[in-house]
């Protein structure tokens, strides 16, 4: 083969590789076609309540053709919706609720799970069964006698306990620590108590630390849903002190009725600080929601 | 092992199963019991036998409830097939696709109340959408989205879709990329075009995931209640156009305090809920004899 023949070969691979290069662009083009439309369908919503939020009573909401941005942008809403609702106040009783709730579940769930995972004992099926059995019954069934109970036997209607003590057990929380403590090596478990260390110990000191990321994505997973849990807490929060945010938000609703501009700086505050908190725990919180399906 | 009892395993779960007991298993107890009897809350229960149960089956608005849940349950097949179709998208090797992937999972975390108000106003009279489908010139006067009966479900399961596609299009991004690239290979050989191979190679490959998401959204789809709670603005939707089973259960136990006739609605609900995971059991016994 003459040194020519190479370099005509070489050229045209070059060339060849170009053209497959962009037709993988074109390709990929169409795709990222696909994607951001999707996404600006996804947020939309949230960034028309954002723009919104900033509108004074000059800027039309909905006109013909609609106007998305504001042209005076101001922060009256917000003071607005701050003067008539204590916003910080709910997130403040949120934060609490959540923050107990995520907790106190996850501990408790993690002690249910260890002996469920880890020890024989009599009755050990049947309570694991029962567990499972909960999770088909929709909670809102449980909501009426939770109530009388909320009212004549706790007494803690209309405060925060009412929302935290029905939210720290969770049968499917049970279910994903026990999942985790499975993959856990009985050696690992024997030779600690060969050691010497209590059941207690074992579970404290060997178990929760292997464990830990299947910990973070059910506590992260358990914070979210308690953050956003509405009916129950509608139920139980009534006082203008004593909501949480979409208790407060919903309330909010009642009371800007139509003031749009209000309740989009509303939502806008309420939607703000879960997202922060998202954006922050991404990582875990895909992870964990990929590992509960195992096929 | 030894033989003789030991109090250890009950006492780690003795305060979940405390728990459980006290704010799962009894008040499933009680609500069985509140179902046969006339009460109001204020005033003990009296009771009255099978009554509750003569009067929802009789009850027009509750069959109205039960088929509007029934309906919402297209939510679930539509929503396993779109969260496939971005899954197999989002499942490329692209630049930035990581970014993309957090921004379809917001609106699972934004809360329910939060997206439903920003539907709300979406749809309202002289919402966006209204103003964008006028300035497009295919409708003239804006249409009253949530106050026409036929429109309140579909809008309710479109905002339940577009809420979930992000967050059941995960499960199945992570059943994908447990599925083996030389399967993938195996039917390129074979002669499958693209849509060819994700029909062979990718639907049978992530049966578990179609599974669990299939049994969460029904179950979830079954129980709906914050979208229609802010769409309707707490009304049910004109003509209870909106109302579901626990929109239902929640009217009559806490806006109308008939808590005896509410416990017979979710007794019901119950039992729906009940026989509808037994079909979902045999159908996936059923798929694992087959296989």
């Known amino acids: 083969m003459s040194v020519l023949e190479v370099a005509g070969e070489g050229r045209a691979a070059a060339a060849m590789r170009a053209r497959r290069r962009r037709r993988q662009f074109a390709g990929n083009a169409v795709w990222y076609v696909v994607l951001t439309a999707f996404a600006v369908v996804t947020v939309f919503p949230f960034l028309w309540m954002l723009l919104s939020s900033l509108k004074g009573l000059s800027d039309p909401i909905a006109s013909v053709p609609p106007q998305l941005i504001p042209g005076h942008p101001t922060l009256d809403n917000y003071s607005r919706v701050l003067a008539s609702l204590p916003i910080l106040t709910f997130f403040q009783n949120s934060i609490v609720v959540a923050i107990l709730v995520t907790g106190l579940n996850v501990l ?4 249910a799970a260890y002996p469920l995972a880890k020890m024989r004992f009599r009755g050990r099926d049947a309570i694991f069964y029962l567990l499972l059995a909960t999770l088909i019954v929709p909670a809102q069934l449980t909501y009426i006698p939770s109530f009388i109970l909320a009212v004549n036997v706790f007494h803690y209607y209309d405060s925060l306990p009412a929302v935290i003590l029905p939210g720290l057990a969770s049968a499917f929380n049970i279910f994903l620590m026990r999942q985790a403590f499975r993959g856990v090596p009985n050696d690992l478990i024997d030779a600690a ?17 292997i464990v830990r990321p299947s910990m973070a994505a059910v506590a992260i997973f358990t914070f979210v849903t308690s953050w956003n849990d509405f009916l129950w807490p509608s139920l139980m929060l009534h006082s203008r002190d004593g909501m949480t945010l979409p208790v407060g938000l919903a309330a909010l609703q009642g009371f800007f009725s139509s003031d749009f501009r209000a309740i989009a700086a509303g939502v806008t505050m309420t939607v703000i600080p879960i997202l922060l908190f998202f954006i922050v725990v991404q990582r875990y919180f895909v992870r964990g929601l990929a590992g509960a399906v195992k096929g | 092992m030894s033989r003789r009892f030991r109090a250890t395993p009950y006492l780690f779960l003795f305060p979940a199963v405390a728990l459980i007991g006290v704010f799962v298993v009894y008040p499933i107890v009680a609500v069985i019991y509140y179902s046969f009897t006339d009460y109001d809350i204020v005033r003990p229960p009296v009771w009255i036998g099978v009554g509750n149960y003569v009067q929802v089956f009789a009850d027009k608005t509750f069959w109205l409830a039960l088929t509007h849940s029934i309906v919402y349950l297209l939510v679930t097949p539509t929503l396993i097939l779109l969260s496939i179709g971005l899954a197999i998208v989002v499942n490329r090797k692209l630049r930035g696709i990581h970014i993309y992937r957090a921004l379809y999972f917001v609106p699972a975390v934004s809360g329910s109340i939060a997206i439903g108000l920003s539907w709300r106003f979406l749809f309202d009279r002289t919402g966006l959408i209204n103003s964008v489908l006028q300035s497009l010139g295919i409708i003239h006067e804006p249409i009253q989205w949530l106050s026409t009966p036929s429109l309140v479900l579909p809008i309710a399961m479109l905002l339940t879709i577009w809420a979930g596609i992000g967050y059941y299009s995960v499960i199945f991004l992570a059943g994908l990329q447990n599925i083996p690239e030389e399967l993938y290979d195996a039917a390129r050989i074979d002669g499958c075009n693209d849509l060819q191979k994700h029909w062979h190679v990718s639907l049978p490959g992530l ?12 179950l979830a789809a079954l129980k709906v209640f914050d979208e229609i709670y802010v769409l ?9 156009s909106g109302v579901t089973m626990v929109f239902y259960l929640w009217r009559q136990a806490f806006q109308l305090q008939h808590a005896g006739y509410a416990a017979a609605i979710a007794i019901v609900l119950l039992a729906i809920t009940l026989v509808f995971s037994m079909v979902n059991v045999r159908l996936l016994e059923r798929q694992d004899a087959d296989r």
């Not at chain 1, 408790?108 to 002690?111: D, E």
């Not at chain 1, 108590?193 to 630390?209: F, S, T």
């Not at chain 2, 049966?207 to 049994?215: E, S, T």
């Not at chain 2, 309707?232 to 209870?240: A, E, Y």
Request: no cysteine.
């Open chain 1, 108 to 111: 408790v769930s993690a002690m």
């Open chain 1, 193 to 209: 108590r060969v050691d010497g260390a209590g059941e207690w110990r074992v579970w404290w000191q060997i178990l929760l630390p």
């Open chain 2, 232 to 240: 309707t603005n707490k009304t049910g939707g004109v003509l209870d």
């Open chain 2, 207 to 218: 049966r578990p995931q179609i599974v669990f998401v299939g049994v969460i959204s029904s």
